[in-house]
């Protein structure tokens, strides 16, 4: 699991805990500014795989309510839980300016979004405590580079969030079947998704949290679809 921070230089920071705390590239010369808390968690909540267990959804509301994060980007969970969580956050949130989105993953056999074993869909999502920013939409897709012998196509999502200074999250869940298609697709979001949000608008940070299947060290690696110079 990996939470990324990418700052208008394309600096990238990057950590293998649950949570972290980014602080904006303007922080420093915005009064008040105050470092963004990240909680990433891959709840494997399909009912399909082997370690689901049932909890992970009210274990995760908790973890919410105990650490009050700013974003939450999640991966492996069926569209309801989003609302869960966001309600979650709400609880403990002041403001009533929490909000959430989720993107399906697709099913490779039938292209329809691929299902929990429950009959929901399945994929990936973010919680906010702060509202999308007025005129932004929330994107995501499907990534070009897919394991064909896997029917699980992978997605990504990102979104603007009207925090002070503004930031946008974006969160993915990269295949682990294959390296090689990891990789690819850790390219495309840094060379397209990432790279398009940039020439919108530099001065916005990007903070991206997922479960990337690149470890430091692999062959490829994660290092090896990050910018150049991050």
Request: with cysteine; glycine share 10%; aromatic share 4%.
């Amino acid at each position: 699991v990996v939470v990324v921070c990418l700052a208008a230089c394309l600096a990238a920071c990057a950590t293998t805990t649950g949570s972290v705390a980014v602080t904006p590239p303007s922080a420093s010369s915005s009064a008040g500014a105050a470092p963004v808390r990240v909680l990433q968690l891959n709840l494997c909540n399909s009912g399909i795989a082997g370690c689901f267990t049932g909890r992970s959804t009210a274990v995760a509301a908790a973890a919410i309510r105990a650490g009050r994060p700013d974003l939450v980007t999640l991966n492996e969970v069926c569209r309801d839980d989003v609302a869960v969580l966001e309600r979650a956050l709400a609880e403990v949130v002041p403001g009533g300016g929490v909000s959430s989105a989720f993107q399906p993953a697709r099913n490779g056999r039938n292209g329809e979004p691929y299902r929990c074993r429950n009959g929901d869909q399945y994929g990936i999502g973010l919680v906010s405590r702060w509202p999308s920013v007025p005129g932004s939409s929330a994107g995501g897709g499907i990534y070009p580079a897919q394991d064909q012998e896997d029917p699980k196509e992978r997605a990504w999502l990102c979104r603007d969030v009207a925090a002070s200074p503004e930031v946008a999250v974006c969160t993915t869940h990269l295949a682990y079947t294959k390296r090689e298609v990891a990789s690819a697709q850790c390219r495309y979001l840094f060379g397209t998704v990432v790279a398009g949000m940039r020439a919108r608008d530099r001065a916005v940070p990007v903070v991206l949290g997922g479960d990337l299947n690149l470890g430091n060290g692999d062959s490829p690696d994660l290092k090896a679809c990050l910018p150049a110079g991050s």
